[in-house]
């Protein structure tokens, strides 16, 4: 899409030579995306310092049928961010914590704010925002908002879409929609806050958000869990459940050989369970009470299980070095599968109770497929995502194995759905997923959201081609 000189001009009046990127090597950062699957073309990336800005923007482009791409930190894994002409509107600028309500327990932010430094000012605050991924130090909250993240706590907290109260928004056509509402309880009409939080920018620009914030942890219980069977582990999780109750705040799972390419290929990782199992968890009860007895609770369920056969051996942590060094076994889980070849990414959830089922399952039926295949199955079990990834089998050539994805993805995905699960848990749709869109999801469904779309953004300029 060609971008006329008097529309570029006039952006560029609007938001000043700071809000605008143009050179080809600066732009290189916001035209490709985080795996490397995608790259994009645009015409200039614009950077507003406001919603007002924003606004401006948005009608220059309606007015000439520009394409506009919002982009956070460009940390996406389905390739939302990436522009096929037109321009990004990145948000990075508008990066200001507007308040906090420590009565209320909430923080209004504006959209460009990376989310460790929201973590931090509510820790500052003597208070807990709990939305945590690998990403967390260059992602921007508008960006976890638009994808409606998911991450570690979501067990405990909920997803993003759960952790927000309000939303300001610019619309499709420049007005702005005020939503920045602290409130608990308002039963108005319709929530117009969800239309924006998980659409990944095809609806509108989050400006600005009211996030709810939570008493901070003051006692915490970490263990890694080694056990016999994607069996036990969710037998684990349901007893801990019913013995810990909503102090259970992270249960994740991770396979042996995930856990073996962790300790493998990062330097500091060390599992310090000696002996290999099939499956391990890291488990984590927290209380905002100081004198919580939560390792007694832990041990509880643990020697119990241990007794029964469910739990092999396990860790618990002294101190906070040793969280820390457990917590990093599973990031590392996720970085270090690259340095075993190519990787085909499957981002899915299921209900809890068949977890074990569809591990089981689907290692059956991606090996049938191609033996030699190394799954790599870990994930946030407690909430039932599981990231299902496929490392090539160790000779083979990594081009003609990724060339495979699409196969795998039916694969994997058929099976999703005879399960009643999700072929996207908390990455998104994108790109990279639409076509599974019209695979999966009803008629009705996919009519409902092209009314929502063609009513709100009938120029189809905001993320085109995204999601539908």
Known sequence: MTVAKETLDAIRRVVGPKGCIEDAAELDAYLIEERGLYRGTCAMVVRPASTGETAEVVKLCVEAGVAIVPQGGNTGLVGGGVPDGGIVLSTGRMNRIRAVDAVNHTMTVEAGCILAEIQKAAEEAGALFPLSLGAEGSCQIGGNLSTNAGGIAVLRYGNTRDLVLGVEAVLP????????????????????????????????????????????PRSRETALVAAPTAEAVVELFTRTV??????????????????????????GVINPIAKPH???ALMELTSPRASEPLRDALEGVLGDAMEDGIVDDAVIAVSEAQVQDLWRIREAVTLSQKYEGGSIKHDVSVPVSRAADFINRATALVEKEMPGIRVVAFGHLGDGNIHFNLTQPADADTGTFLDRWEDFNRIVHDLVAEMDGSFSAEHGIGRLKRNEMKRYKSEVELDLMR??????????????????
């Open 451 to 468: 009314t929502v779309k063609n009513a709100l953004d009938p120029k189809n300029i905001m993320n085109p081609w995204k999601v539908l």
């Open 242 to 267: 019913d013995a810990c109750g909503d102090s259970l705040t992270a249960f994740e799972m991770m396979g042996r050989r995930g856990v073996d390419f962790a300790v493998k290929h990062t330097p």
């Open 173 to 216: 056509d420049g007005r702005v929609w005020d939503g920045l509402r602290g409130l608990r309880k308002n039963n108005t009409g319709y929530d117009l806050k969800h239309l924006f939080i998980g659409a990944e920018g095809t609806l509108g620009i989050i400006t600005a958000a009211v996030l709810k914030l939570f008493p901070p």
């Open 278 to 280: 099939p499956f391990y």
